[in-house]
């Protein structure tokens, strides 16, 4: 799977531009915010329609306009697709797969796939259990589109029980009717934890060994799913928080609340870990999660590498670029000299100022 072009009009601080992409490795460098993560992230919205950030559409538009276009151009198997985004600051966006309009995003999924990797995705160990319940559902929802199916739901659910628990105080004669919201949101949730319990046994089937090889043979990684509720034990547990969700005005169990644990050595890294063994973990699951990929789709995915070698110690930069393979890579940096120093092969090499984009002959 490679992106063979990319154009954008009006997207965050492009006016317009169309850049073509070697099938190898990409670099597109220049100083700090001039423009290098926007490329990724439109690449990343093609992908699954959400920017990277979570920011909303309004946001990813032209300050100055009203509405923007992302058209990707890539090749699957031989055969060649156009997804066009339209996004407007006051409507939802439209989307559409080589010239047909599709209603669902999940129409979408699964036709690009990309991982994604910034500075930020270093820190997921150590952040709260949100960041590590969202890596886990970007990775499930490009490749399951019944986990998006549940999760859309499940979501849906949450916040109009939520409501209605808010309304409770000053209507108390609508109590009765949270048992449809908890047989709808049991239903659903249960897909949720069962799919998160499937995806964290194929995590480990990879990141295992990874990690082994990362670490010089000095540490074991293990990853854990640590449901909030298990599926036997759900319907109990909402029925017996009710009293208890009215008063808080808030839905206290769930996969909403679930989270992933990291044990290197038979100790959890995320509480007692060092800076050191929290980034090495975060990189062995970035690229758990390129093999992954590659295991459930038999094809490889598009890599986005968003300034995280400058994060990274030599031993680690050396190993993750080593580890690139065949993969179309896409990778934004300040400076070239990290990439010479590694004797790294750059098929491609584009320089960004302000919002312009000039490819190195």
Same mark, same amino acid.
């Given at each position: 799977?490679?992106?063979?072009?990319?154009?954008?009009?009006?997207?965050?601080?492009?006016?317009?531009?169309?850049?073509?992409?070697?099938?190898?490795?990409?670099?597109?460098?220049?100083?700090?915010?001039?423009?290098?993560?926007?490329?990724?992230?439109?690449?990343?919205?093609?992908?699954?329609?959400?920017?990277?950030?979570?920011?909303?559409?309004?946001?990813?538009?032209?300050?100055?306009?009203?509405?923007?276009?992302?058209?990707?151009?890539?090749?699957?198997?031989?055969?060649?697709?156009?997804?066009?985004?339209?996004?407007?600051?006051?409507?939802?966006?439209?989307?559409?797969?080589?010239?047909?309009?599709?209603?669902?995003?999940?129409?979408?999924?699964?036709?690009?796939?990309?991982?994604? *990797?910034?500075?930020?995705?270093?820190? %997921?160990? !150590?952040? $709260?259990?949100?960041?590590?319940? @969202?890596? /886990?559902?970007?990775? +499930?929802?490009?490749?399951?589109?019944?986990?998006?199916?549940?999760?859309?739901?499940?979501?849906?659910?949450?916040?109009?029980?939520?409501?209605?628990?808010?309304?409770?105080?000053?209507?108390?004669?609508?109590?009765?009717?949270?048992?449809?919201?908890?047989?709808?949101?049991?239903?659903?949730?249960?897909?949720?934890?069962?799919?998160?319990?499937?995806?964290?046994?194929?995590?480990?089937?990879?990141?295992?060994?990874?990690?082994?090889?990362?670490?010089?043979?000095?540490?074991?990684?293990?990853?854990?799913?640590?449901?909030?509720?298990?599926?036997?034990?759900?319907?109990?547990?909402?029925?017996?928080?009710?009293?208890?969700?009215?008063?808080?005005?808030?839905?206290?169990?769930?996969?909403?609340?679930?989270?992933?644990? *990291?044990?290197?050595?038979?100790?959890? %890294?995320? !509480?007692? $870990?060092?800076?050191?063994?929290? @980034?090495? /973990?975060?990189?062995? +699951?970035?690229?758990?999660?390129?093999?992954?990929?590659?295991?459930?789709?038999?094809?490889?995915?598009?890599?986005?590498?968003?300034?995280?070698?400058?994060?990274?110690?030599?031993?680690?930069?050396?190993?993750?670029?080593?580890?690139?393979?065949?993969?179309?890579?896409?990778?934004?940096?300040?400076?070239?000299?990290?990439?010479?120093?590694?004797?790294?092969?750059?098929?491609?090499?584009?320089?960004?100022?302000?919002?312009?984009?000039?490819?190195?002959?």
């Amino acid at each position: 799977m490679i992106i063979k072009s990319l154009e954008l009009a009006d997207f965050r601080n492009y006016e317009t531009i169309n850049i073509s992409f070697d099938k190898g490795t990409n670099i597109l460098y220049g100083d700090n915010a001039q423009g290098k993560t926007n490329i990724l992230e439109a690449i990343y919205v093609s992908a699954t329609t959400k920017s990277h950030k979570g920011s909303k559409d309004k946001e990813i538009v032209n300050f100055n306009k009203e509405e923007a276009h992302i058209r990707t151009y890539l090749e699957k198997e031989d055969v060649e697709y156009r997804v066009d985004m339209h996004l407007r600051k006051n409507k939802s966006k439209g989307i559409a797969i080589d010239g047909q309009k599709i209603k669902k995003a999940a129409d979408l999924l699964g036709l690009l796939n990309v991982v994604f *990797f910034s500075p930020e995705d270093l820190a %997921i160990i !150590k952040n $709260g259990p949100s960041e590590r319940r @969202r890596f /886990a559902d970007m990775e +499930l929802c490009q490749l399951d589109n019944f986990y998006l199916y549940n999760l859309n739901h499940y979501n849906k659910i949450i916040n109009q029980r939520n409501k209605l628990l808010k309304d409770i105080s000053f209507n108390p004669g609508l109590k009765e009717t949270l048992n449809i919201w908890d047989s709808q949101l049991i239903s659903f949730g249960s897909k949720i934890i069962e799919r998160r319990n499937l995806f964290t046994e194929q995590l480990c089937e990879i990141i295992g060994n990874i990690h082994n090889k990362l670490s010089g043979g000095k540490e074991e990684l293990i990853v854990k799913y640590e449901p909030d509720v298990s599926i036997e034990e759900f319907e109990n547990k909402m029925r017996e928080n009710q009293e208890k969700d009215i008063r808080y005005k808030m839905t206290q169990s769930g996969p909403h609340r679930d989270d992933f644990s *990291f044990i290197v050595n038979g100790i959890d %890294i995320r !509480k007692f $870990g060092s800076q050191g063994q929290q @980034r090495t /973990a975060a990189l062995s +699951l970035k690229l758990s999660e390129i093999e992954l990929v590659k295991k459930m789709t038999k094809d490889t995915p598009v890599l986005l590498l968003d300034d995280v070698l400058s994060e990274l110690d030599s031993s680690r930069q050396n190993y993750l670029l080593n580890s690139i393979g065949e993969i179309q890579t896409i990778i934004t940096c300040t400076g070239l000299d990290e990439f010479v120093n590694n004797r790294f092969e750059i098929n491609r090499i584009f320089k960004v100022s302000n919002g312009v984009i000039s490819m190195n002959e």
